[in-house]
């Protein structure tokens, strides 16, 4: 790849990296933040591809958007999505 192709995907996967994280902290429900954290993670093992380490990204996208993958059920099984969303941040009445 020549040197502007990879700066090109440099700050491009970077912002979206950042821009992931972000959302990551600010999203209000876990299964959208776990999604951000896939999104920032899928842009992490381009990045490291694109850095001619493609071993690394097969790892970055195999070991931690796979554990991200696990996180969202457990959460989804622990906490339940259908529950609905409280302004006093508890269930009960």
């Known amino acids: ?6 700066e090109w995907i440099f700050w491009f996967c970077g912002i979206s990296a950042v821009i992931g994280a972000i959302g990551m902290i600010t999203c209000r429900k876990a299964v ?4 951000c954290v896939a999104f920032t993670m899928i842009n992490i093992a381009i990045l490291y ?8 990204g ?10 991200v993958r696990r996180v969202v059920v457990t959460v989804m099984m ?14 009960a009445s």
């Open 49 to 56: 591809v694109a850095l001619k380490a493609p071993f690394l």
């Open 58 to 67: 097969r790892v970055q996208i195999i070991v931690h958007t796979g554990a």
């Open 78 to 91: 622990t906490a339940g999505v259908d529950a609905p969303d409280t302004p006093g941040g508890t269930a």
């Open 32 to 35: 959208h933040s776990a999604l």
């Open 1 to 6: 790849m020549n040197d502007v192709g990879a």
